[in-house]
């Protein structure tokens, strides 16, 4: 499986400013997701970042509020806008593996807005 | 839509009991079936999956069993430990088009010694 990292690890943000998490992989992969779970709740899914064009994004969210950028096939960013309190949750990049059907997740950035 | 339905939790049980957590879904086609664990403070991390009908995930003694004519794909174990306590979701992917899972409500397990 392959090795995910995420940075920052947690953040504690005031209303009103943006964040960017980076999500690194150790290896090339195809398709790279963007997860949401808020406190004490299942996982939603925020987009799906395309490698050289604009992430698919799930009703619900839009470009403006999670815009995401995906370099290459190793690197993804997911930046978080004009954050308010209901923004506060855990944001996991995952990977899907060389087979094609399993995904494997990073470890989660926390986030708590003020 | 894809859908995946979970036991509400929290499910309680003390140190060796039997584990079952069910979990059924609604999908089109041929969805593979995978249970994730979340440990407190952690991530998510595979625990077993199954892509085709009648196969047996397992790990950690761990199993689950995809049964397409119930739509199931419960978990069990047959002694738990309290490490094993935990949140577990159960999920699917669609076997062709959209390739993003689909997430169940998750389970919370909690083993008393």
């Known amino acids: 499986s392959a090795v995910i990292s995420q940075k920052p690890s947690r953040d504690i943000c005031q209303r009103g400013t943006s964040l960017t998490i980076q999500c690194q992989v150790d290896s090339q992969v195809t398709m790279m997701f963007w997860y949401r779970q808020q406190p004490g709740q299942s996982l939603t899914l925020i987009a799906t970042?395309?490698?050289?064009?604009?992430?698919?994004?799930e009703s619900g969210f839009v470009i403006d509020k999670f815009p995401i950028s995906r370099p290459n096939l190793t690197f993804s960013t997911l930046t978080v806008s004009n954050m308010s309190p209901e923004d506060s949750s855990i944001y996991l990049c995952?990977?899907?593996?060389?087979?094609?059907?399993?995904?494997?997740f990073g470890p989660g950035t926390r986030l708590l807005v003020l | 839509g894809n859908s995946v339905t979970q036991m509400e939790g929290p499910v309680t049980l003390s140190e060796e009991a039997f584990l079952t957590i069910n979990c059924t879904y609604t999908?089109?086609?041929?969805?593979?079936l995978f249970w994730y664990v979340q440990y407190p403070g952690e991530g998510l991390q595979l625990l077993l999956k199954a892509t085709k009908a009648d196969d047996k995930g397992s790990n950690k003694g761990f199993e689950a069993t995809y049964r397409k004519e119930t739509t199931s794909f419960h978990l069990e174990k047959g002694s738990v430990q309290v490490s094993d306590s935990a949140v577990y979701f159960c999920a699917l992917t669609q076997d062709t088009g959209r390739r993003a899972l689909t997430f169940g409500s998750g389970t919370r397990l909690q083993v008393q010694p």
């Open positions: 999908a089109t086609g041929y969805p593979s």
């Open positions: 970042a395309n490698q050289g064009s604009e992430a698919t994004y």
């Open positions: 995952s990977v899907e593996g060389l087979a094609g059907e399993t995904q494997y």
